[in-house]
């Protein structure tokens, strides 16, 4: 049969060729196998074991025995024939290289010094004729000669004679044995000359010389090989003798195993030995392997036989193996006692040929074995240990009956009638012996020892089984000393790595078949059917005991400490499921997981109820939110350590002991938790307490992580319960708290903090990271402390963030407005505290003959130095803190996502939030400016400052002092928060430096938020009570539960604060200003030239005296020195950026004061200001030129170290600089270039208009965030300019929007130009009167137009009936004068 039909079979095939009755085993025919005793088993382990010792090559000792004196040594009688005989001289190819003294002469003084590296020269005698020949070798004449000659004759001659002369000193005469060390010195020198040529790359190209040379070095040493001093005594000799065998037990290794395995002494042993050494010879082994070899040839029973085998190939394969190795042991018998083929008369030796199919004649082996005796008595005994070419014992064949047993009976002397079941009840004690002794280090993984496996190895030579066999034995005593809980699952794996690892390759392989091969290797064809059903019987048993070990193990898994499941999955699934002769069905697995994942669920079940009853008290009055809290640790603690310990191999045999702890005691505990929290919370408040805030934030911590691994390991199952709508109370709680918690903190922050730079001492320059003080520090610290507290629980409700971090803007905010407040009160009384300067000017004042002196002295600061304003550093650390708190609520915005908060709240309360009206309203009221106002001081103006209060007379703002003007301009702003209706009233006042401020004017304003509704700014020109009148500008906005409202006005907060503070330092300075930048500045700096004019006109000149340049930068000498010098105290202590702020400020208020020298303010009325002619408007221009560059200031590179030019740029610089081509321009060319602009104007509003009435869109309201850039009028709009959307809170929610606002708003300033500059020219032309007035009137009904339709649209739209009230109430003139709604 072929391999290929050979794999095709069945399995039953195989069993049932097993299980046939006519199948003989190796011990007979009959099937059953024997019953192994131990002394029989001890019997035949110790016939081998002594065959062993017979068989082993016998041991050599030396032995010292006299023998006769040898010949004397003869020593080298003439150097020079021996020279010239191996050396000869006359050919080039044996010369010496160039150069070759040099290294020569270096390599003799290293001999000399003892330092040479080659062994043999450290001898002193031989470093004494190293020296004598050095001494020759270095004379003049030698050298020269060799170096001319490079001949090697002459060194070795003149080194003999060094050497005899040395060598002879000291000997008497007639002693020559001193000669035979002169045979030696000169070997050494010619070995030294060799390898001097070899070091040199020479024995390539001089490959004659080196051969000569060694040629030379032999015959030198003919009759000494050893090159170093033999001072021994020749007196006798030492040979080698072979030591008889002792047959003492202690000699024998191998019986010595024998008797530890079965437990017997020694003398036991020997006592056999004795008795049976007659029996157990060398003669009875070779007979036992004539035998095997006949019964083996004859296909009879004591040897494997064709039926043994399944396939017919894997049986001849196997018997022409076993052939051969029949001839190596026959060999090594008798090379143990050659006696043995002399005795033998059966044996037949042929060299090449084979083994005869019959046996042979008695002739035949007669002759086999007279020629084996001849090759065993052959001198060359090295034949003897392995295979002749000349000697095939494979072709010795047996046919003497006489010579063996009966042929019918297997019945050897070392082979015991059932070998397999004998080495398997060996190997069953030998394992067993070595587990006893195992010293416990682990070094050695093998199952046996390596002297028990020694045994079992050369039991299975002397048995002949073959390698399959002998490792399916060693599985099966592994395999029952594991089903006998006698081993592990550790031992078990090495078990197998034994039988499939093959073993390392040996020098020479026992003759074993298939020796250096494992299971794995072997194909199945080749092994008998025996070895193939036991194995498979192994493995069915392994697979079950695993199995049942495996469910025990993991009935442990939830343990704190539970047994390792790894190596019984490791051995199942690389040894059992991966053999072929195992086939695993598909529902005995699946009743397998089923078993074991309902095993796991009651384990499971169990753990949990132990955590309960652990944790949870019996008394529901007892529990809080720490045991929840306990209890969810215990099961995620244990739920981690399930994950981290099955990592890498989440499921066993089908099963995830994660997925069904999670199934079986999550559900549990989350019922229980939610349960418990009900009980819990309910309790506490029938008991009127509150539970602690930590422990409510611990139980979320502790259920979210509950949570993640529930959905993690059952993605398809929901939770229990809303975890965050369950406990979302504690975070409002918290937040509540943290809300009283910031009031405390910024008014102790404040009252703490000194308002000083955070230097290192005098003399060191801060950086502007220091520049701001601890308060603002520490507050906004307190602000991302109390986010993080939020962010760190990691809130999984996204819509619960989004008002939780808008409830916190709230209280960031409010703190925000109170220090702002706070910090602008003290900086005020800070700014107005006298000076001491100002103290004592004071104090003069207090007579009537002081307050003249002053007025005088006032009067003349116009020409004497002004001495900078002293700022006191913590003023303007104040202003830094302002700064750098916007830099931080950028980055505090950016870190809460104050914009996805805001998607995520509008997608949940956009419509609710369209229907449903605010519940308060912010009011932006700006103080822009006011006209015609009583004046109170002696030089007919006065020093005017606004002071805005409600009807309940609380203060709500006070405006900045604008000096000596009755046209004053504030432009400041105010925020007004309102629930309905409220009444204001506006207060001018004029400052007086000593004394009493006086009363100028008071007015009054309602703020009402239906007369609002449009949310569109609205101008009020407002009549003082005595004289004159006062623009307000008024929007409103609701009140918004929004975090980018909230942020938006925390912002605005910071930046009106920042303002107000730039503008109280500004103002310190605007006097100067004013007075260098002024009518009288101008007349001065042009009048002194009076006297070369007159001149000029007496002496009737043709030209006018020129002002030069220099003079125009000379009358602003003192101004630039008063700011230098203010810049330089305010720099010690302001940020970089606080310092532009303020520069920006101040060249603000230079332009507001160029633009005052040449337009009147914007009004209906004509003006009195009488223009400039063109030498004035040239220096004007000058100055504004100078101040340009002063305030962009530049060093020697060209970096700018002042306001950048684009800063400076603003609309305002931009309108005076387009100024000059309208100033002097005829009345009638202004007054039509006006009419062409405004119509431009209406027509851009006309279209804007249809527009949105055509996309049925409104203008989104302000506290929607869009601010439009449209022109929109209000009502009973009286000035002459036009007014755009107001600034929102929503517009101010970052830096970024406030950026964008600004560029938005310089961007339409310079794309959208306004008559109002020909309008301002136009008031100094009386003829111009009354074109003023009517484009007045027809301002006031494009506004009034544009705000009812404004409103009819947001009526319609928002369904305000409101709205439309106030749409007829603007349709109808309802309003009165000044824009101020009709009382009704």
């Given at each position: ?554 009935m442990h898994c939830y343990e704190p400490k539970p047994p390792s499941a790894g190596p019984a999955v490791h051995v199942l699934q690389n040894h059992i499921f991966n053999d072929p002769s195992f086939s695993r069905k598909e529902e005995d697995a699946q009743e397998y997981a089923r078993l074991l994942e309902s095993g796991l669920q009651e384990q499971a079940a169990l753990v949990y109820r132990s955590f309960l009853d652990t944790e949870v008290p019996q008394s529901h009055q007892d529990w809080n939110f720490a045991h929840v809290v306990q209890l969810g640790k215990s099961v995620v603690k244990l739920c981690e350590r399930i994950q981290k310990r099955y990592k890498r191999n989440p499921e066993i045999m089908g099963v995830n002991p994660l997925t069904v702890l999670v199934e079986t005691m999550f559900p549990n ?716």
């Open positions: 049969m072929s391999s290929v039909s050979r794999k095709s079979l069945q399995l039953n095939r195989r069993l049932d060729s097993v299980q046939n009755s006519d199948r003989r085993s190796r011990a007979g025919s009959s099937a059953r196998q024997l019953a192994v005793s131990h002394d029989d088993a001890y019997t035949y382990a110790l016939r081998v074991a002594y065959l062993h010792y017979l068989l082993q090559p016998k041991t050599k000792r030396k032995q010292w025995v006299p023998a006769p004196k040898p010949p004397p040594r003869t020593h080298t009688s003439n150097i020079g024939d021996l020279v010239k005989e191996f050396v000869p001289g006359n050919s080039s190819s044996v010369k010496l290289p160039h150069g070759f003294r040099s290294p020569l002469e270096k390599r003799l003084e290293q001999v000399i010094m003892g330092a040479e590296r080659l062994p043999g020269y450290n001898d002193a005698a031989v470093k004494k004729t190293f020296a004598q020949a050095y001494t020759a070798f270095t004379e003049q004449a030698f050298r020269k000669g060799i170096d001319k000659e490079r001949k090697i004759e002459p060194l070795i001659l003149i080194f003999y004679s060094a050497a005899t002369k040395a060598c002879g000193l000291g000997h008497e005469r007639g002693d020559d044995s001193w000669k035979l060390l002169v045979d030696r010195h000169v070997a050494l020198f010619v070995r030294l000359l060799t390898n001097i040529l070899r070091d040199q790359g020479h024995a390539r190209d001089k490959p004659e010389l080196m051969s000569r040379l060694g040629t030379l070095e032999n015959k030198l040493l003919t009759n000494d090989q050893n090159l170093f001093i033999d001072t021994g005594q020749n007196a006798g000799n030492t040979i080698e003798v072979v030591v008889p065998l002792s047959y003492d037990v202690k000699d024998m290794p191998m019986v010595q195993v024998v008797a530890k395995i079965f437990g017997l002494s020694h003398s036991d042993v020997q006592s056999q030995i004795d008795a049976q050494r007659q029996n157990w010879t060398e003669e009875a082994a070779l007979k036992d392997l004539k035998s095997y070899q006949h019964r083996l040839n004859s296909n009879m029973n004591g040897a494997l036989g064709s039926k043994d085998f399944d396939v017919e190939e894997a049986y001849q394969e196997w018997k022409k193996a076993e052939a051969h190795f029949l001839s190596l042991m026959m060999m090594e018998v008798l090379t143990a006692r050659p006696e043995l083929a002399r005795r033998s008369t059966a044996v037949s030796l042929y060299s090449d040929k084979a083994l005869p199919a019959s046996p042979s004649s008695a002739y035949a082996e007669d002759k086999a074995y007279s020629e084996l005796s001849r090759a065993l008595s052959n001198s060359d005994r090295s034949s003897m240990y392995g295979i002749d070419h000349a000697l095939n014992l494979g072709s010795i064949s047996l046919d003497d009956t006489s010579s063996i047993r009966t042929v019918d009976e297997a019945n050897y002397t070392f082979m015991p009638p059932d070998t397999r079941e004998f080495l398997k009840i060996i190997a069953k004690y030998a394992l067993e012996f070595d587990a006893m002794h195992d010293d416990g280090s682990g070094e050695q993984p093998n199952l046996f020892s390596k002297q028990s496996m020694d045994l079992l190895t050369e039991l299975c030579v002397r048995w002949r089984i073959p390698q399959f066999t002998r490792l399916v034995v060693f599985l099966e005593v592994a395999a029952r000393r594991y089903t006998d809980t006698m081993f592990t699952i550790i031992d078990l794996d090495n078990a197998f790595d034994l039988v499939k690892i093959p073993s390392e390759e040996q020098k020479k392989s026992p003759n074993i078949y298939l020796y250096g091969e494992s299971l794995t290797t072997i194909d199945r064809s080749k092994w008998t059917l025996t070895d193939y059903a036991m194995y498979q019987q192994t493995v069915l048993t392994l697979n079950d005991a695993l199995l049942r070990e495996l469910y025990d193990t993991l505990f989350e019922d229980d938790a939610h349960d418990l929290i009900r009980r819990i919370v309910q309790v506490s408040k029938d008991r009127g307490e509150e539970l602690p805030l930590q422990d409510g934030f611990d139980l979320y911590r502790e259920l979210v992580e509950i949570r993640r691994i529930h959905r993690s390991s059952l993605p398809g199952r929901p939770f229990t319960f809303d975890v965050e709508e369950l406990l979302a109370e504690f975070v409002w709680r918290w937040i509540q708290n943290a809300e009283t918690r910031a009031e405390e903190f910024v008014e102790q922050a404040i009252k703490q903090d000194q308002f000083q730079v955070r230097g290192h001492g005098p003399g060191h320059i801060s950086l502007d990271s220091e520049r701001h003080s601890h308060s603002i520090i520490d507050m906004f610290q307190l602000f991302h402390q109390t986010a993080d507290q939020v962010f760190q629980l990691e809130w999984d409700n996204d819509v619960h963030h989004a008002r939780f971090m808008t409830a916190l803007s709230k209280i960031f905010a409010n703190s925000i407005a109170r220090y702002c407040e706070v910090v602008d009160q003290r900086f005020i009384k800070e700014m107005d505290t006298p000076r001491p300067n100002e103290k004592e000017a004071a104090a003069v004042a207090q007579t009537t003959q002081g307050r003249f002196m002053q007025y005088a002295k006032d009067a003349w600061n116009t020409k004497e130095k002004i001495e900078p304003f002293q700022f006191y550093p913590e003023s303007l650390v104040k202003l830094n803190n302002v700064e750098w708190a916007m830099q931080e609520l950028d980055k505090l915005e950016k870190s809460m996502n104050v914009d996805a908060c805001a998607d995520i709240l509008e997608k949940v309360d956009g419509p609710k939030r369209q229907i449903k009206r605010p519940a308060k309203y912010v009011f932006t009221i700006k103080i822009v400016e006011a006209e015609e106002i009583k004046a109170c001081d002696p030089n007919g103006t006065s020093d005017p400052y606004v002071v805005l209060v409600d009807e309940y007379q609380k203060r709500l703002h006070k405006t900045r002092i604008i000096m000596r003007t009755l046209s004053p301009r504030w432009d400041e702003s105010v925020d007004v928060t309102v629930s309905g209706p409220l009444n204001i009233v506006a207060t001018i006042w004029d400052y007086d430096t000593f004394g009493d401020h006086d009363f100028v004017g008071r007015t009054s304003l309602k703020l009402d938020p239906i007369h609002f509704s449009d949310y569109l700014p609205r101008e009020f020109w407002l009549d003082l009570d005595t004289q004159g009148r006062m623009l307000l500008r008024v929007s409103m906005e609701g009140e918004r539960d929004d975090i980018q409202f909230y942020f938006g006005k925390a912002f605005r907060h910071l930046k009106r604060t920042e303002r107000d503070m730039v503008r109280k330092i500004t103002d310190k300075l605007t006097r100067h200003i004013n007075a260098s930048l002024s009518y009288e500045a101008l007349r001065n700096l042009l009048g002194r030239n009076l006297a070369s004019q007159v001149n000029s006109f007496f002496k009737r000149s043709s030209t006018m005296p020129q002002i030069t340049k220099v003079e125009i930068e000379n009358a602003l000498q003192s101004l630039f020195t008063y700011f230098n010098e203010n810049f330089a105290t305010m720099k010690e202590t302001l940020t970089d950026a606080t310092m532009v702020a303020v520069m920006t400020r101040l060249w603000k208020e230079v332009l507001m004061a160029i633009e005052a020298l040449l337009v009147p303010p914007l009004s209906e009325k004509p003006s009195n200001q009488r223009p400039l002619n063109q030498r004035e408007l040239d220096v004007v221009y000058a100055w504004l030129e100078l101040l340009f560059e002063f305030f962009n200031a530049r060093d020697e590179d060209g970096e700018v170290l002042g306001v950048p030019a684009e800063v400076l740029r603003s609309p305002k610089y931009h309108e005076l600089a387009s100024l000059n081509f309208f100033y002097f321009d005829t009345t009638e060319n202004l007054i039509r270039t006006s009419e062409r602009m405004a119509a431009a104007t209406a027509q851009r509003q006309q279209q804007q208009l249809q527009g949105q009435m055509s996309a049925n869109r409104l203008s989104a309201p302000a506290s929607l965030g869009h601010g439009a850039g449209v022109a929109h009028a209000g009502p009973a709009f009286a000035s002459m300019g036009t007014i755009r959307r107001g600034k929102s809170i929503m517009m101010s929610r970052n830096l970024g929007t406030m950026r964008r606002a600004k560029e938005e708003k310089r961007k339409e300033a310079q794309a959208d130009p306004s008559d109002d500059m020909i309008l301002r020219i136009l008031r100094m032309r009386p003829e111009a009167a009354g074109y003023l007035k009517e484009r007045h009137r027809q301002k006031e009904r494009m506004a009034a137009a544009a705000a009812a339709a404004m409103i009819v649209r947001q009526s319609v739209s928002q369904g305000w009936n409101s709205s439309s009230s106030s749409a007829a109430a603007v349709a109808s003139g309802g309003f009165g004068r000044g824009g101020v709604p009709l009382r009704r």
